[in-house]
């Protein structure tokens, strides 16, 4: 119920009020396994995407936003639920594997899923390079994966404002990667890299961003 609501009132009413410039929509399958990789700007990406794609989208959340007691906790459960998030543990060992498994079951039942290739988002406004995640995940599920390129989202809730702003933004899709030319390799080191290179290429084409070769560092606790 909460899906429905965040999909076809919060959704619409977003639109109506943000005005995004929205383009290649139609690059994203209307059905089957879709992983959409993103570029990462702002904390308000997740939104963006939600907001802006024609089918319900999952991505990775914190267990710990999941976990809060009283109607306060369970109306934050429900709302990050109804906007697609997926309850996950981090801070552990096991954590990347979780993530992925994750991942991997709303790509097997036919999902779309959204990841950030970079691991975190980006405070110099660069692309970096991305973690074989992505790969691991397309070559497992042979889902479609779409490069996704955010724009301006970083002026939606600048260091220090509670409330998002009005700014410019657009999103652009592009046209679907396939990797079933890889099928069988997805255990290979070299083949996970080879195509999380070629997404991340896609992802700079669409967002014109300058390329660096490093990962970037996860921002610490408190970093807007």
Do not use: C, W
Not at 8 to 36: D, K
Not at 79 to 98: C, H, I, K, S
């Amino acid at each position: 119920m909460i899906a429905l609501l965040v999909r076809f009132v919060l959704g619409p009413l977003v639109r109506a009020v943000y005005r995004p410039a929205v383009h290649g929509v139609e690059n994203v399958p209307l059905s089957g396994p879709v992983l959409l990789a993103a570029n990462h700007r702002a904390a308000l990406d997740t939104g963006v995407i939600t907001f802006a794609t024609p089918r319900q989208v999952k991505f990775l959340g914190k267990a710990e936003y999941f976990a809060g007691k009283g109607l306060k906790g369970k109306a934050l459960a429900g709302f990050l639920g109804g906007l697609g998030y997926v309850p996950v543990e981090r801070g552990n060992a096991q954590a990347g594997l979780a993530a992925l498994e994750a991942a991997r079951k709303v790509l097997d039942a036919g999902g779309v899923f959204a990841i950030y290739p970079e691991g975190t988002r980006s405070l110099d406004g660069r692309l970096h390079r991305g973690h074989t995640g992505v790969g691991a995940l397309a070559l497992a599920t042979g889902a479609k994966v779409v490069p996704v390129a955010l724009t301006g989202t970083e002026n939606l809730q600048p260091k220090g404002a509670r409330i998002p702003r009005l700014a410019k933004i657009g999103i652009t899709f592009g046209k679907p990667l396939d990797f079933s030319r890889y099928e069988g390799q997805d255990y290979a080191p070299a083949i996970r890299r080879s195509v999380t290179d070629e997404v991340m290429y896609a992802i700079l084409e669409l967002s014109g961003q300058e390329y660096v070769d490093t990962y970037h560092k996860r921002p610490s606790e408190g970093v807007a």
